[in-house]
Protein backbone atom coordinates (compact mmCIF):
# COMPACT_ATOMS: atom_id res chain seq x y z
CA UNK A 1 0.00 0.00 0.00
CA UNK A 2 1.56 3.36 -0.83
CA UNK A 3 0.62 5.07 2.63
CA UNK A 4 3.08 2.58 3.95
CA UNK A 5 5.76 5.35 2.46
CA UNK A 6 4.35 8.29 3.43
CA UNK A 7 6.47 10.26 6.18
CA UNK A 8 3.89 13.17 6.81
CA UNK A 9 0.46 13.70 5.17
CA UNK A 10 -2.64 16.39 5.76
CA UNK A 11 -5.18 15.08 7.46
CA UNK A 12 -7.52 16.05 4.60
CA UNK A 13 -6.04 14.60 2.12
CA UNK A 14 -5.79 11.04 3.88
CA UNK A 15 -9.30 11.61 4.68
CA UNK A 16 -10.44 11.86 0.73
CA UNK A 17 -8.27 8.94 -0.08
CA UNK A 18 -9.52 6.68 2.36
CA UNK A 19 -13.34 7.86 1.67
CA UNK A 20 -12.60 6.91 -1.92
CA UNK A 21 -11.49 3.60 -0.77
CA UNK A 22 -14.47 3.25 0.90
CA UNK A 23 -16.72 4.46 -1.76
CA UNK A 24 -15.59 0.94 -3.81
CA UNK A 25 -16.20 -1.21 -0.71
CA UNK A 26 -19.45 -3.42 -0.02
CA UNK A 27 -20.32 -1.42 2.91
CA UNK A 28 -23.77 -3.56 3.79
CA UNK A 29 -21.77 -6.90 3.81
CA UNK A 30 -18.94 -5.58 5.38
CA UNK A 31 -21.14 -4.20 8.25
CA UNK A 32 -22.69 -7.85 8.71
CA UNK A 33 -19.28 -9.49 8.55
CA UNK A 34 -18.16 -7.05 11.28
CA UNK A 35 -20.78 -6.93 13.26
CA UNK A 36 -20.17 -10.66 13.69
CA UNK A 37 -16.61 -10.18 14.22
CA UNK A 38 -17.66 -7.52 17.30
CA UNK A 39 -20.33 -9.80 19.17
CA UNK A 40 -18.16 -12.55 19.33
CA UNK A 41 -14.86 -10.33 21.27
CA UNK A 42 -14.56 -10.67 25.17
CA UNK A 43 -15.05 -7.22 24.92
CA UNK A 44 -18.50 -6.98 23.46
CA UNK A 45 -19.78 -9.95 25.77
CA UNK A 46 -18.57 -8.16 29.04
CA UNK A 47 -20.15 -5.16 28.08
CA UNK A 48 -23.80 -4.19 29.21
CA UNK A 49 -23.98 -0.38 28.19
CA UNK A 50 -22.45 0.24 24.95
CA UNK A 51 -22.07 3.47 23.05
CA UNK A 52 -22.43 2.73 18.90
CA UNK A 53 -23.34 5.26 16.51
CA UNK A 54 -25.80 6.21 13.68
CA UNK A 55 -24.21 5.37 10.36
CA UNK A 56 -24.18 7.51 7.30
CA UNK A 57 -24.78 6.06 4.36
CA UNK A 58 -21.41 4.77 3.73
CA UNK A 59 -20.48 4.10 7.25
CA UNK A 60 -20.13 0.86 8.97
CA UNK A 61 -23.59 -0.12 9.91
CA UNK A 62 -23.70 -1.06 13.76
CA UNK A 63 -27.22 -0.79 14.22
CA UNK A 64 -28.38 -4.49 13.71
CA UNK A 65 -26.28 -4.94 17.35
CA UNK A 66 -29.78 -3.32 18.79
CA UNK A 67 -31.75 -6.96 18.64
CA UNK A 68 -29.47 -8.01 20.91
CA UNK A 69 -31.59 -7.99 24.41
CA UNK A 70 -29.37 -8.63 26.87
CA UNK A 71 -27.59 -5.14 26.29
CA UNK A 72 -28.28 -1.77 26.84
CA UNK A 73 -27.36 0.94 23.44
CA UNK A 74 -26.81 4.52 23.76
CA UNK A 75 -25.87 6.75 20.73
CA UNK A 76 -24.58 10.32 20.68
CA UNK A 77 -25.57 13.41 20.31
CA UNK A 78 -23.69 16.98 19.87
CA UNK A 79 -24.12 19.50 22.25
CA UNK A 80 -21.58 22.39 20.67
CA UNK A 81 -18.44 21.03 20.46
CA UNK A 82 -19.21 18.14 22.68
CA UNK A 83 -20.82 14.27 22.42
CA UNK A 84 -23.05 13.53 24.84
CA UNK A 85 -24.51 9.79 25.43
CA UNK A 86 -28.31 9.44 24.83
CA UNK A 87 -30.33 5.80 25.42
CA UNK A 88 -31.48 4.30 22.89
CA UNK A 89 -33.39 1.50 21.40
CA UNK A 90 -34.41 -0.12 18.64
CA UNK A 91 -38.00 2.42 17.13
CA UNK A 92 -36.42 5.53 19.55
CA UNK A 93 -37.46 8.63 17.58
CA UNK A 94 -34.80 10.51 16.48
CA UNK A 95 -33.59 13.53 14.78
CA UNK A 96 -31.02 14.65 12.16
CA UNK A 97 -28.22 16.85 13.84
CA UNK A 98 -26.00 19.74 12.14
CA UNK A 99 -23.79 16.72 10.67
CA UNK A 100 -26.79 15.40 9.43
CA UNK A 101 -26.87 12.01 11.50
CA UNK A 102 -29.64 10.51 13.70
CA UNK A 103 -29.52 11.78 17.08
CA UNK A 104 -31.49 10.03 20.06
CA UNK A 105 -34.02 12.53 21.89
CA UNK A 106 -33.75 10.51 24.90
CA UNK A 107 -31.83 12.83 27.65
CA UNK A 108 -27.70 12.26 28.13
CA UNK A 109 -26.37 10.41 30.98
CA UNK A 110 -23.08 10.14 32.54
CA UNK A 111 -20.31 8.51 29.98
CA UNK A 112 -18.94 6.85 32.93
CA UNK A 113 -21.75 4.18 32.77
CA UNK A 114 -21.03 3.13 29.24
CA UNK A 115 -18.09 -0.69 29.29
CA UNK A 116 -17.56 -0.34 25.64
CA UNK A 117 -17.63 2.62 22.92
CA UNK A 118 -17.51 1.97 19.45
CA UNK A 119 -16.39 5.08 17.23
CA UNK A 120 -16.77 5.86 13.63
CA UNK A 121 -13.50 6.16 11.48
CA UNK A 122 -12.98 6.98 8.15
CA UNK A 123 -9.74 5.05 8.67
CA UNK A 124 -7.36 3.26 11.64
CA UNK A 125 -3.74 2.80 11.76
CA UNK A 126 -2.02 -0.28 13.33
CA UNK A 127 -0.96 1.42 16.25
CA UNK A 128 -4.86 2.28 17.15
CA UNK A 129 -5.59 5.15 16.14
CA UNK A 130 -8.36 6.76 14.15
CA UNK A 131 -8.89 9.06 11.69
CA UNK A 132 -12.40 10.79 12.14
CA UNK A 133 -13.87 13.72 10.10
CA UNK A 134 -11.85 16.26 11.78
CA UNK A 135 -14.12 17.98 14.28
CA UNK A 136 -12.55 16.22 17.77
CA UNK A 137 -15.51 14.89 19.26
CA UNK A 138 -14.81 11.52 19.60
CA UNK A 139 -10.98 12.78 20.75
CA UNK A 140 -13.03 15.26 23.86
CA UNK A 141 -15.77 12.81 24.19
CA UNK A 142 -12.99 9.82 24.78
CA UNK A 143 -10.55 11.88 26.83
CA UNK A 144 -10.63 10.42 30.41
CA UNK A 145 -12.77 7.70 29.50
CA UNK A 146 -12.40 4.68 31.12
CA UNK A 147 -14.05 2.15 29.05
CA UNK A 148 -12.83 0.23 26.05
CA UNK A 149 -12.80 1.94 22.70
CA UNK A 150 -13.01 0.09 19.86
CA UNK A 151 -13.97 0.82 15.88
CA UNK A 152 -14.90 -1.86 13.28
CA UNK A 153 -13.08 -0.53 9.92
CA UNK A 154 -12.69 -2.73 6.49
CA UNK A 155 -9.19 -4.06 6.22
CA UNK A 156 -8.57 -1.81 2.78
CA UNK A 157 -8.96 0.85 5.70
CA UNK A 158 -6.11 -0.22 8.39
CA UNK A 159 -3.48 1.94 6.94
CA UNK A 160 0.34 2.05 8.56
CA UNK A 161 -0.46 5.52 10.27
CA UNK A 162 -2.95 8.04 10.31
CA UNK A 163 -0.48 10.05 11.80
CA UNK A 164 -1.92 11.45 14.97
CA UNK A 165 -1.75 14.21 16.61
CA UNK A 166 -1.18 14.78 20.60
CA UNK A 167 -4.85 15.36 21.50
CA UNK A 168 -5.93 11.59 19.49
CA UNK A 169 -7.31 9.27 21.82
CA UNK A 170 -5.55 5.78 20.73
CA UNK A 171 -7.95 3.53 20.84
CA UNK A 172 -8.07 -0.33 22.36
CA UNK A 173 -9.33 -2.63 19.62
CA UNK A 174 -9.85 -2.46 15.78
CA UNK A 175 -12.36 -5.25 14.44
CA UNK A 176 -11.10 -5.61 10.84
Known amino acids: MVLCYIKTMD ?12 AGLDIENLSKTLVNKLVETQEYKSA ?14 LLSLLEDKTKSFFLPKIDGKNLLCCP ?6 TCLSCFKTCEPLSEP ?13 LACDKNGYRLGYGGGFYDRFLTNYRGVKAACIPEELLFETVFPQKHDVKLDIIIC
Do not use: H, T
Open 11 to 22: KNKLRKIAKGIR
Open 88 to 93: YKEGDK
Open 48 to 61: KNIMIYYPLEEEIN
Open 109 to 121: CEKSIIDLVIVPA
